[in-house]
T-cell receptor, first 117, second 114 residues
Framework: GAGVSQTPSNKVTEKGKYVELRCDPISGHTALYWYRQSLGQGPEFLIYFQGTGAADDSGLPNDRFFAVRPEGSVSTLKIQRTERGDSAVYLC???????????????FGPGTRLTVL | GDSVTQMEGPVTLSEEAFLTINCTYTATGYPSLFWYVQYPGEGLQLLLKATKADDKGSNKGFEATYRKETTSFHLEKGSVQVSDSAVYFCALSDRDFGNEKLTFGTGTRLTIIP
């Protein structure tokens, strides 16, 4: 079946601009995660959704970053007033409900490479 | 907070060599442990996982054992192939009901030469 998809695959923008990154999870997956991967580093957690609500946004670096998931499926990560330091690959992952309240394996999308000039 | 420390790369081995990539962790709870792999041009994929002490995860000839006493989850393979060339990430998920956010190490780039 279809995996996690992310659009666009590449985004180049200028400092100060606003960007939106989209994630389409695997159908039926209620949990959705955003991560950011800087060059030469492992992914870092940004935000976790369970259904429509952001259950944990503790990884968002500052208030320029915001994410929504209005219908419990597609999610959009929004970055205002982009800075050069925001350049990274933004990864989305989804997982299905597991047993005993645990969620199952996270499946990752291919990522969106954001470059801020 | 939680953290993962893994062997720095890059690692270059000849085909059929034995592979070990070290991984140690720090966690406040009782985490699940994972190895993810990123092949060239592809997304992150789960390679194997273990959810409790002394569990051994295995897949594609790779193995890792959850060692609580040494807080380690070292990745091993007895005979590597050129197709194993990739970046390998050790990760943990601390058990916070429903929220399985992953904490990753910095990754180890593995290159296998024929």
């Amino acid at each position: 079946g279809a995996g996690v998809s992310q659009t666009p695959s590449n985004k180049v923008t200028e400092k100060g601009k606003y960007v939106e990154l989209r994630c389409d999870p695997i159908s039926g997956h209620t949990a959705l995660y955003w991560y950011r991967q800087s060059l030469g580093q492992g992914p870092e957690f940004l935000i976790y959704f369970q259904g429509t609500g952001a259950a944990d946004d503790s990884g968002l670096p500052n208030d320029r970053f915001f994410a929504v998931r209005p219908e419990g499926s597609v999610s959009t990560l929004k970055i205002q007033r982009t800075e050069r330091g925001d350049s990274a690959v933004y990864l989305c992952a989804s997982s299905s409900p597991g047993q005993w309240g645990r969620t199952d394996t996270q499946y990752f999308g291919p990522g969106t490479r954001l470059t801020v000039l | 907070g939680d953290s993962v420390t893994q062997m720095e790369g890059p690692v270059t081995l000849s085909e059929e060599a034995f592979l070990t990539i070290n991984c140690t962790y720090t966690a406040t709870g009782y985490p699940s442990l994972f190895w993810y792999v990123q092949y060239p041009g592809e997304g992150l994929q789960l390679l194997l996982k273990a959810t409790k002490a002394d569990d051994k995860g295995s897949n594609k000839g790779f193995e890792a054992t959850y060692r609580k006493e040494t807080t380690s989850f070292h990745l091993e393979k007895g005979s590597v192939q050129v197709s194993d060339s990739a970046v390998y990430f050790c990760a943990l998920s601390d058990r916070d009901f429903g929220n399985e956010k992953l904490t990753f190490g910095t990754g180890t780039r593995l290159t296998i030469i024929p």
